[in-house]
């Protein structure tokens, strides 16, 4: 199973910009990168995922390097309702099913 | 309106007891599955449904069975529950069967067992 990797927590300051890396060195051809945000008291939503090179919607951007032992999300100009943890989720799909991998998740901390 | 729903929400319960969650979802997806979120906030799954048949059964002790009566539907019952039994339950469910579908969780069902 392709283990993730996420640094614990970061600090930022409201209109910076956040970069969360996550590390899967052992991520198979077949694996997609998904990123999801949760709150406290509610579960997780889903952000944004990609396969390879650059994906961008309105909420965030993912980076994915050409050896996809990594990637990285960028949370644009972040507000205060920014504050979250994210969890990077690589998962593998196949006939035996999809072995889904969550990160420990990065406590992102947005102050004032 | 929810889209993935689970009930209770909290559930406090004695150690050797036998307890159910519920979770539905009306998003008309074909998969379903069950995390669980211990105090460390990690997320493992445990299960995972697709159009009422079991797909992956992560390491989990036989006490903790999931029934799926339909698609819509995927129950977890949970025998004999223990201290480590405690954490946060959470319900998904996603379109299709593929790492690629986005998952839509529901609000997470609270255990604790004394």
């Known amino acids: 199973l392709a283990k993730t990797t996420q640094p614990i927590s970061m600090d930022s300051y409201e209109g910076q910009e956040v970069n969360i890396t996550c590390s899967h060195n052992?991520?198979?051809?077949?694996?997609?990168i998904t990123w999801y945000q949760q709150f406290p008291s509610q579960g997780p939503r889903f952000i944004i995922q990609g396969y390879k090179t650059k994906v961008t919607n309105e909420v965030a951007s993912l980076f994915i390097p050409a050896d996809r032992k990594s990637s990285t999300l960028s949370l644009p100009r972040v507000s205060l309702s920014d504050t979250a943890v994210y969890y990077c989720l690589v998962g593998r799909g196949g006939a035996a099913g999809n072995k889904l991998t969550f990160g420990g998740g990065t406590r992102v901390l947005v102050k004032p | 309106d929810t889209a993935v729903s689970q009930t209770p929400k909290y559930l406090v319960t004695q150690m050797g007891n036998d307890k159910s969650i519920k979770c539905e979802q009306n998003l008309g997806h074909d998969t379903m599955y069950w995390y669980k979120q211990d105090s460390k906030k990690f997320l493992k799954i445990m299960f995972s449904y697709n159009n009422k048949e079991l797909i992956i059964n992560e390491t989990v002790p036989n006490r903790f069975s999931p029934k799926s009566p339909d698609k819509a539907h995927l129950n977890l019952h949970i025998n004999s529950l223990e201290l480590g039994d405690s954490a946060v339950y959470f319900c998904a469910s996603s379109p299709r069967d593929g790492t690629q579908e986005t998952q839509y969780f529901g609000p997470g069902t609270r255990l604790l067992v004394l």
């Open positions: 052992n991520i198979a051809t077949n694996d997609y």
